[in-house]
């Protein structure tokens, strides 16, 4: 069964950093890409980050760029968002999700995790 | 960007009611396009991609239609399990990636 579970959110002051993590089971990471999306309270689903398998094709959104990075470890099952700088409206849940790929050009989030939250407060 | 539009944002129906789901982009998008379902503190389940194909498992009453720039998520006999919101999601690689805004589906 394919599993995907995030951990390293919780409260942070504005300004400061967290490093969220996925770990993946029941599948052989290397094989696919990956990325992160997130969801504010109450609100909808916005794409960050995309990774390749081999890390060489690296993809962020417009909105969050500088901000962000993604990184991911192949032996280890794991994928990695670096997130500084951060703001209030940076309060969301934060979810990995692995790529299903229809040709080549095409990406559809198939495996998601249970997300994990992030908190962004004085 | 592509953006993504969603209609209605909310939509309240019966069970065994028929419901249809809009969605538009910004831009031709071929048929790269997917459809997520999400429950309420629930991560979303994919449910149809490349604009009308349906994820195994997925029950046969949703189907989705449509290419280029206007979409249609269809519930052909709303079950109570369904209660949930919907969204749509551009898949185009080269055009990064992008969530129409949800709609909310209750049961009357």
Do not use: H
């Not at chain 1, 996925?22 to 052989?28: D, E, H, N, Q, Y």
């Not at chain 2, 998520?73 to 919101?85: N, V």
Request: charged content about 15%; proline content about 4%; glycine content about 10%.
């Amino acid at each position: 069964e394919v599993q995907l579970v995030e951990s390293g959110g919780g409260l942070v002051r504005p300004g400061g950093s967290l490093r969220l993590s996925c770990v993946a089971s029941g599948f052989t990471l290397s094989g696919y890409a990956m990325n992160w999306v997130r969801q504010a309270p109450g609100k909808g689903l916005e794409w960050l980050a995309y990774i390749s398998p081999s890390r060489d094709s690296i993809y962020y959104s417009e909105s969050l760029k500088g901000r962000i990075t993604v990184s991911r470890d192949n032996a280890r099952n794991s994928l990695y968002l670096q997130m500084d700088s951060l703001r209030v409206e940076d309060t969301a849940v934060y979810f990995c999700a692995r790529r299903r790929a229809v040709g080549v050009a095409t990406t559809y989030f198939d495996n998601w995790g249970q997300g994990t939250l992030v908190t962004v407060s004085s | 960007d592509v953006q993504m539009t969603q209609s209605p944002s909310s939509v309240s129906a019966s069970v065994g009611d028929r419901v249809i789901i809009t969605c538009r982009a910004s831009q031709d998008i071929s048929d790269s396009l997917a459809w997520y379902q999400q429950k309420p503190g629930k991560a979303p389940k994919l449910l149809i991609y490349a604009a009308s194909t349906l994820e195994s498992g997925v029950p046969s009453r949703f189907s989705g239609s449509g290419s280029g720039t206007d979409f249609t998520l269809t519930i052909s006999s709303l079950q109570p399990e369904d209660s949930a919101t919907y969204f749509c999601q551009q898949a185009n690689t080269f055009l990064l990636f992008t969530f129409g805004p949800g709609t909310r589906v209750d049961i009357k």
